[in-house]
């Protein structure tokens, strides 16, 4: 079973700058999108981003338009989330998640996840 790792979390002052990297276990790992959720305390899971694997096409929640950039790098199986112009609202713990394809994630749901990262913006 693939696992997904993610790094990048901690503690952010608002307006300032993380970036996420999820890497899969196996570099053999084939999948069609990968994207993030998050899920904030008391909150249900929410989708974040998500990209095409091939084709590189990205999808945002509106609540990151214009703050949030996924990217991935197809050589080393890993995806990026840049988040800038944080606010407390970012508040959260940040999954990586892969699925069969984008519409999946976007529909909140996804095959393989990994096991969070917090992400802590303080005001």
């Known amino acids: 079973q693939v696992q997904l790792v993610e790094s990048g979390g901690g503690l952010v002052q608002a307006g300032g700058s993380l970036r996420l990297s999820c890497a899969a276990s196996?570099?053999?790992?084939?999948?069609?999108?990968m994207g993030w959720f998050r899920q904030a305390p008391g909150k249900e899971r929410e989708f974040v981003a998500g990209t095409a694997w091939i084709t590189g096409s990205t999808y945002y929640a509106d609540s990151v338009k214009g703050r949030f950039t996924i990217s991935r790098d197809r050589t080393k199986s890993t995806v990026y989330l840049q988040m800038n112009s944080l606010t407390p609202e970012d508040t959260a713990v940040y999954y990586c998640?892969?699925?069969?394809?984008?519409?999946?994630?976007?529909?909140?749901?996804?095959?393989?996840w990994g096991q969070g990262t917090q992400v802590t913006v303080s005001s």
């Open positions: 196996e570099r053999s790992f084939r999948t069609s999108a």
């Open positions: 998640a892969a699925a069969p394809e984008t519409l999946r994630l976007r529909r909140n749901t996804a095959d393989h």
